[in-house]
């Protein structure tokens, strides 16, 4: 099983400030890595697919790089609506698919 | 606009079991692979099960294997999880969810259904 470990847990950032995280795999998966955004009470929202590439309806200021073992998730300038957890997903080797642990990205 | 509907969840005593239910409408739900996954309060996200378009192709995360059985109905555009000898460790909103292109990553999910497995 690959496993996902997203770093930090919680990163405190100003509205308008860059904020940059982390994602690792135990093993490589290519770029089949996917980014999700969750808000409290809702459902995943998906981001990026294939590591790089901003799912339908994303603002730009959303970014993704890496691939094998490292990723990260760029998001430029932060908005008030992107305060959330955030999840990478591996769909390089699965069953099982599995995600990261989560980075919640909090006001400072 | 794409909608999945997850219904079903509840209350269930330890070795219950539970049937969910997940409508997709406003897709060609018989083209699209789909999943589940679950999520404990105040945790992360778990992979639970997915099946293929055509339901031929199914698996499972080792937790709920042989307990869990998925399945769908593709013409009455729904998606299904029999939750049998459930367990306080199910405890969890699951969310259905569709992946339009196979990749692998999902597109759309459910607002979840709320499963309390408690004595």
């Known amino acids: 099983e690959i496993v996902m470990t997203q770093s930090p847990a919680t990163l405190s950032v100003s509205p308008g400030e860059r904020a940059t995280l982390s994602c690792r795999a135990s093993q490589s998966v290519r770029s089949n890595l996917a980014w999700y955004q969750q808000k409290p009470g809702q459902a995943p929202r998906l981001l990026i697919f294939?590591?790089?590439t901003r799912a339908t309806g994303i603002p730009a200021r959303f970014s993704g790089s890496g691939s094998g073992t490292e990723f990260t998730l760029t998001i430029s300038s932060l908005q008030s609506e992107d305060f959330a957890v955030y999840y990478c997903?591996?769909?390089?080797?699965?069953?099982?698919?599995?995600f990261g642990g989560g980075t919640k990205v909090e006001i400072k | 606009e794409v909608q999945l509907v997850e219904s079903g969840g509840g209350l269930a005593q330890p070795g219950g079991s539970l049937r969910l239910s997940c409508a997709g409408s406003e897709f060609t739900f018989s083209s699209y692979e789909m999943t589940w996954v679950r999520q404990a309060l105040g945790k992360g996200l778990e992979w639970v099960s997915y099946i293929s378009a055509g339901g031929r192709t199914i698996h499972y995360a080792d937790s709920v294997k042989g307990r869990f059985t998925i399945s769908r109905d593709n013409a009455k555009n729904s998606l299904y999880l029999q939750m049998n000898r459930l367990r306080v460790e199910d405890t969890a909103v699951y969310y259905c969810?569709?992946?339009?292109?196979?990749?692998?990553?999902?597109?759309?999910w459910g607002q979840g259904t709320l499963v309390t497995v408690s004595s």
């Open positions: 969810a569709v992946s339009p292109y196979s990749g692998g990553w999902y597109d759309y």
């Open positions: 997903q591996q769909y390089n080797d699965w069953p099982p698919l599995t």
């Open positions: 294939g590591a790089s």
